[in-house]
C-alpha cells in the first residue's frame, strides 16, 4: 500500500460571542492530537476552501438560525464544499439538553446538511456570559439563562470520530 497522503482539515466557525470559536479551537487541538492536519479559522478569515480535503463547520444558533454569514459561507463555496468530507455543527442550548440527546439541525442547517451530503451535524450547548452582546442576550440572561452549557468531552469525542472517519476514507483514496 503507498503512503496516504496527509488530509488537510479546515475548522471554520462563525461566532458573534465566542463560544462556537472555543469550541472550533477544542475540535482542531483533537484533531491535531489523532494526527490529522487541521487549521481553525473564523470564516470571516476564509477566502478559499480549495486547499482542504475535509471542512468542519460551525457556528452558534441565533432566533432559530445560523448567522447569515455562515449562510453566504456555504453558498460562496458551495461548488468546493460539495466535493470535500464535510461536518457540521451548532452550538445553542442553553440548559443540559444536548449532552442528555441528540438535537436535531434546524430546518436551515439541516438543508445545508443535504445538499452538502455532510457526513453529520451535532448540536452542541452554548454559552451566554454577561460580555454576550445585544438586548435579548441581556434579556435572557435576566431570565436566568446564562451559564456555560458545552461539554467538552462530547465536543472532543465527535472530533475523535471525525479523525476516524478521516482515516478510514484516506484509505481508500
Ligand atoms: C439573542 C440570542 C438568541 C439566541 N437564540 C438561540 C436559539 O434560537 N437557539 C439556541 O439553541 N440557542 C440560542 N441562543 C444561544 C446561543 O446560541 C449560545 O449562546 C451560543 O453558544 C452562542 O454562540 P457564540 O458565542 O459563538 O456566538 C441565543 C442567544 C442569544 C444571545
Known amino acids: 500500500m503507498t503512503a496516504t497522503k496527509p488530509r488537510r482539515t479546515l475548522v471554520a466557525y462563525s461566532s458573534k460571542n465566542g463560544s462556537t470559536a472555543e469550541i472550533a479551537r477544542w475540535i ?34 441565533y432566533a432559530g438560525r445560523w448567522p447569515g454569514e455562515a449562510v453566504r459561507f456555504v453558498r460562496r463555496h458551495r461548488q468546493a464544499l460539495t466535493e470535500q468530507d464535510v461536518w457540521l455543527f451548532s452550538s445553542g442550548p ?13 430546518p436551515a442547517v439541516a438543508r445545508i446538511a443535504a445538499k452538502l451530503d455532510a457526513h453529520g451535524h451535532v448540536t452542541f450547548g452554548g454559552r451566554l456570559t454577561d460580555g454576550a452582546r445585544g438586548f435579548i442576550a441581556r434579556g435572557l440572561r435576566k431570565q436566568g439563562k446564562g451559564g456555560d452549557f458545552r461539554d467538552r468531552e462530547q465536543v472532543c469525542a465527535w472530533g475523535r470520530s471525525i479523525a476516524a472517519e478521516l482515516t478510514v476514507v484516506s484509505n481508500h483514496h
Not at 484533531?31 to 468542519?56: F, G, K, M, N, T
Open 28 to 61: 482542531g487541538e483533537e484533531l491535531r492530537e489523532q494526527h490529522i492536519d487541521a487549521e481553525v479559522a473564523p470564516i470571516s478569515d476564509i477566502s478559499s476552501v480549495a486547499a482542504y480535503d475535509a471542512v468542519v463547520l460551525g457556528a452558534g444558533l
Open 94 to 106: 442553553l440548559d443540559g439538553s444536548a449532552t442528555e440527546r441528540a438535537i436535531p439541525a434546524v
